[in-house]
C-alpha cells in the first residue's frame, strides 16, 4: 500500500498524471468522432501539458520551499534533477512532434499556446501589479476549461479537418461545450480544497464567492448538465454509455471521497484520473457493445 501511494504521489508531483490525462481526452476526441488518432497530435498534448504545469509550478516556487506547508511544493523543489530531467525530454518529445503535423494545426497550437501561457505568466497589468490570467477574480477555472476544450477536441478537428468534413460547426460546438462542462467541473473541486489558501492571497474564485456547500450543488448540476448533454451527442451509443458511466463514477467520489474527506490534499487529485478513466471506459464499452454485435 505505502509503494503504491509513493507512485500516486510521484505521478501527481511530477504532473505526468495530468499529462496522461491531457493524451487520453485526446484519444477520446478520436474516438468520439470515429477517426483513427494520429499518434504526434497524442504526443503534442501530453508534452504542452507536462511543460506547461511544470512552469506554473516553477513561477510559484516560494522563497524558502522548505518551510511550505504543501508537500508537493517541498518535493518537487528538493528533486530539481527530474524535474529538469523530465521537462528536457517532453520539451525534445514536442519539438520533434511538431514537426511532424499539418502547418495549420501548428499555427492553432500557437495560437492555444498563447492563451495557455497568458494563464500562467504575468503579462497583465492589474491595479498596479504584474498578474497572470489565473489570478484575475473568478476566472481561473473557465480559462483552464477554455484552453483543454480548444486543446482537447479543437486540436484534433484542425489536424483531422479533411476527414471531418461531414461534421457541421453546430455539432463541433456542442462537443466543446460537453468537455468545458465536464472540465470545470473536476476543476471546481481544486478551488474549494485551495479556499484558504486563495483567501490568504486575497484570490477571487468562484468557490469563495459562492462558499463551500453553494459549490458543492453546483458541481452536482453540472453533472447532471453533463448527462443530459451526452445523451444528445453526435458519436456511438457505446461512447456516450462510457461518458455517463465515468459521470456516475465522478458522482460516487464527490459523495464519498473528494467532499466527504476535503482536507486530505492528494484526493482531489482522484479528479485528474477520471481524464484518463473517461477515455479507457469508453474503449471497454465500445468492445463490449462490439463483442455483442458479433
Given at each position: ?23 487520453a ?43 511550505s506547508p ?39 497550437f500557437?495560437?492555444?499556446g ?22 484575475l ?45 465536464f ?25 469563495i ?26 458519436t456511438?451509443?457505446s ?22 474527506e ?27 457493445v ?5
Open positions: 500500500m505505502k509503494s503504491l501511494i509513493k507512485v500516486w504521489k510521484i505521478l501527481v508531483f511530477t504532473n505526468i498524471l495530468i499529462a496522461i490525462g491531457a493524451g481526452q485526446v484519444l477520446l476526441s478520436y474516438a468520439v468522432f470515429q477517426i483513427p488518432y494520429n499518434i504526434y497530435i497524442v504526443q503534442v498534448e501530453f508534452c504542452a501539458t507536462l511543460l506547461l504545469y511544470n512552469l506554473s509550478i516553477w513561477m510559484s516556487k516560494p522563497k524558502d520551499y522548505t518551510k504543501y508537500e508537493r511544493t517541498r518535493w518537487v523543489f528538493d528533486h530539481m534533477s527530474i524535474f529538469w530531467t523530465i521537462s528536457l525530454l517532453a520539451l525534445t518529445l514536442l519539438l520533434f512532434a511538431l514537426t511532424q503535423i499539418s502547418l495549420q494545426t501548428l499555427i492553432y500557437g495560437f492555444i498563447v492563451i495557455s501561457l497568458a494563464y500562467v505568466l504575468p503579462i497583465l497589468n492589474f491595479k498596479g501589479e504584474r498578474k497572470s490570467f489565473r489570478h477574480p473568478y476566472i481561473k477555472v473557465f480559462h483552464i476549461a477554455l484552453i483543454w476544450s480548444l486543446s482537447t477536441v479543437g486540436l484534433v478537428y484542425i489536424e483531422s479537418g479533411n476527414t471531418l468534413q461531414d461534421l457541421n460547426y453546430g455539432s463541433l460546438l456542442y462537443l466543446l461545450l460537453c468537455k468545458f462542462l472540465i470545470i467541473l473536476i476543476t471546481l473541486p481544486f478551488d474549494l480544497r485551495d479556499m484558504k489558501q486563495d483567501s490568504y492571497y486575497h484570490l477571487k474564485t468562484v468557490s464567492a459562492l462558499g463551500e456547500r453553494k459549490t458543492k450543488v453546483l458541481c452536482y448540476l453540472l453533472l447532471m448538465a453533463h448527462i443530459i448533454l451526452v445523451l444528445f451527442m453526435q456511438l451509443g461512447i456516450k454509455i462510457g461518458l455517463i458511466l465515468c459521470d456516475i463514477l465522478v458522482l460516487l467520489l464527490f459523495n464519498f471521497k473528494i467532499f466527504k476535503r482536507n486530505s490534499f492528494l484526493n482531489v487529485y482522484l479528479l485528474d484520473l477520471m481524464l484518463v478513466m473517461q477515455y479507457l471506459i469508453c474503449v471497454v464499452c465500445i468492445q463490449i462490439d463483442n455483442f454485435i458479433r
